[in-house]
Nanobody, 124 residues
Framework: QLQLVESGGGLVQPGGSLRLSCAAS????????IGWFRQAPGKEREGVSC?????YYADSVKGRFTISRDNSKITVYLQMNSLKPEDTAVYYC????????????????????WGQGTQVTVSS
């Protein structure tokens, strides 16, 4: 069974850092595009970042967040620095076998596999 599991969320003060992990089981992520998304209460889901052959970032996180893969190709990370209260949300990862990030931020149907999410709270 193909699954994605997010981890690494938590409570952090403004200006702090967290590293989220998206781990695959049942498959490797080598030929998948992986997107990170977030959804805050009362707000629509937002595409935060995506990695395929290149990387993509939402303007709201550019320069603060970094997406990367590990060498084993079963984990994708989202390093989040200089966190702000408005970054508070449930963060999800998703995998697309098309190996394309095209539409990750705009198409609700993007991503064949989704994780269960991890809560990130930025508060003093």
């Amino acid at each position: 069974q193909l699954q994605l599991v997010e981890s690494g969320g938590g409570l952090v003060q403004p200006g702090g850092s967290l590293r989220l992990s998206c781990a695959a089981s049942g498959f490797t992520l080598t030929y998948y595009a992986i997107g990170w998304f977030r959804q805050a209460p009362g707000k629509e889901r937002e595409g935060v970042s995506c990695i395929s052959a290149t990387t993509y970032y939402a303007d709201s996180v550019k320069g603060r967040f970094t997406i990367s893969r590990d060498n084993s190709k079963i984990t994708v990370y989202l390093q989040m620095n200089s966190l702000k209260p408005e970054d508070t949300a449930v963060y999800y990862c998703a995998a697309s076998p098309s190996y394309s990030c095209s539409g990750y931020a705009t198409r609700s149907s993007w991503g064949d596999y989704w994780g269960q999410g991890t809560q990130v709270t930025v508060s003093s």
